[in-house]
Nanobody, 116 residues
């Protein structure tokens, strides 16, 4: 059973940056496309960025395009999300998981709060 552990969240001012990390246990990480999802308060979880299994292809939601960058290191079973030019509307709990129909058990997520 794969376990996902997200980290790197925190409180940041508008315009600031954060880098999120997600470590996955198990040996199946490298064969799956991976994604970063977020769930704002009172709203549903949404996919904001995804990356192919080998890392050569990425996709972003329009709301984060040009500000967020997803990357992965298959040697370390880790996926990252670099978030720049953060806005208050980016406030949410951020999760990683596969970007496919079959998701793994969700981790605890990491809280990102953008506020002055």
């Amino acid at each position: 059973q794969v376990q996902l552990v997200e980290s790197g969240g925190g409180l940041v001012q508008p315009g600031g940056s954060l880098r999120l990390s997600c470590a996955a246990s198990g040996s199946r990480f490298s064969i799956y496309p991976m994604g970063w999802y977020r769930q704002p308060p009172g709203k549903q979880r949404e996919l904001v960025a995804s990356i192919s299994s080998g890392g050569s292809s990425t996709n972003y939601a329009d709301s984060v395009k040009g500000r967020f960058t997803i990357s992965r290191d298959n040697a370390w079973n880790t996926v990252y999300l670099q978030m720049n030019s953060l806005k208050p509307e980016d406030t949410a709990v951020y999760y990683c998981n596969t970007a496919s129909r079959n998701t793994w058990p969700w981790g605890q997520g990491t809280q990102v709060t953008v506020s002055s």
